[in-house]
């Protein structure tokens, strides 16, 4: 709580290389904390990937006329995730709020999503019902969350953005988590609490060029697949006794039948069931093996982080 009875706010966000588009952002973001400056003290927090251009100057130049501005500069560019986990982590606040730089998520929603939390939920979040990219990538996403969905141990709000407003209470389930691989969205489903959403249509990003490409989209859809989900390591069982009964009738056709191109296909059949078996346990041992070292996922850097106090 603020100390003058008002709601702390905290707006965390993640950055890399965006010198065109800070001041942009920051000036849609001044506009939002005005709105909200009769009950809430809202607070900006760029968490910084250890760029290499101009941006922490920017966030610097900003800062000496803005105070509720602050930076954390990590010490590499640890992604998405694990920059948002750094925010999360270090933040203050009663409330938080994740939002990217480039405002293809619009900071106005950011007084909607306190409007909605003030009819008392603790989760608020973006719901992507459109945006302006090709539509086998928009394809590829919406599949990748009903494929997430379908196979996660726990539940996945489908559609959902990082974009989004928590409480404390949430914050504080979230961190609890200790994985090699934090994945925010993920997070949010598994902890529970009243929430809701709004739907919105992405828009363009405003400058600047986007830092997301195919392959990096296609780790992240894997490994978030990994985090979420132990199907695949129970995959083998599920397929075992379909696997017993193809092994069978091969090997009964085989004493009719003298093929070496049979026995071919015997020898496939074994080694494509045990080596994707051994493969999947690899994964998740593997998993398990970054988890248990326990090694942050993030490592503050004291130059360039300027904090709240």
Same mark, same amino acid.
Not at 165 to 185: G, K
């Given at each position: 709580?603020?100390?003058?009875g ?6 965390i966000?993640p950055?890399?290389n ?8 920051? @000036? ?7 709105k ?11 968490t910084?990937?250890?760029s ?8 610097l130049k ?7 501005v602050?930076?954390?500069t ?19 606040g ?5 939002i990217?730089v ?7 929603m950011?007084a909607d999503?306190?409007?909605?939390y @003030?009819e008392?939920y603790?989760?608020?979040?973006? @719901? ?9 990538i928009?394809?590829?996403r ?7 969905? %379908?196979v ?23 961190v609890?988590?200790s994985?090699s691989?934090?994945?925010?969205? %993920?997070?949010?489903?598994?902890v ?5 959403g709004?739907?919105y249509?992405?828009?363009k990003?405003?400058a600047?060029?986007t830092?997301?490409?195919l ?5 992240? %859809? ?9 199907l695949?390591?129970?995959l083998?069982i ?11 009738a ?9 093929s ?11 080694a494509?069931y045990?080596?994707a078996?051994?493969?999947?346990? %690899? ?5 398990t093996?970054k988890?248990?070292?326990g ?9 360039g982080t300027f904090?709240q106090?």
């Amino acid at each position: 709580m603020a100390t003058d009875g008002k709601l702390n706010l905290t707006i965390i966000c993640p950055v890399f290389n965006e010198q065109d588009i800070i001041p942009i952002f920051f @000036e849609r973001v001044k506009g939002v904390r005005d709105k909200l400056s009769d009950k809430y003290e809202v607070e900006l927090l760029f968490t910084n990937n250890s760029s290499t251009d101009q941006t922490l100057p920017q966030i610097l130049k900003i800062r000496d006329e803005n105070p509720f501005v602050y930076v954390i500069t990590i010490s590499k560019n640890v992604g998405l995730q694990a920059s948002l986990e750094c925010g999360l982590r270090s933040a203050k606040g009663d409330l938080f709020v994740f939002i990217d730089v480039d405002c293809e998520d619009p900071p106005e929603m950011i007084a909607d999503f306190v409007k909605i939390y @003030e009819e008392g939920y603790d989760i608020v979040y973006g @719901e992507r019902a459109d945006r302006d990219e090709p539509k086998l990538i928009m394809l590829g996403r919406k599949l990748f969350y009903r494929v997430l969905k %379908a196979v996660a141990d726990e539940e996945v709000i489908l559609d959902m953005a990082e974009f989004s407003l928590i409480t404390q209470e949430v914050r504080n389930a979230i961190v609890e988590d200790s994985s090699s691989f934090p994945f925010i969205r %993920a997070s949010i489903g598994r902890v529970g609490f009243k929430r809701k959403g709004i739907r919105y249509k992405r828009q363009k990003r405003i400058a600047g060029q986007t830092h997301f490409r195919l392959l990096g989209m296609a780790h992240f %859809a894997i490994a978030g697949i990994l985090s979420s989900s132990t199907l695949f390591l129970r995959l083998p069982i599920y397929s075992f006794f379909f696997w017993l009964l193809c092994v069978m009738a091969v090997a009964i056709t085989r004493v009719y039948v003298d093929s070496r191109w049979i026995d071919v296909l015997l020898v496939l059949l074994f080694a494509s069931y045990f080596g994707a078996a051994i493969s999947f346990m %690899a994964i998740y041992i593997g998993r398990t093996y970054k988890n248990s070292l326990g090694r942050p996922n993030f490592i503050i850097s004291e130059n360039g982080t300027f904090m709240q106090k």
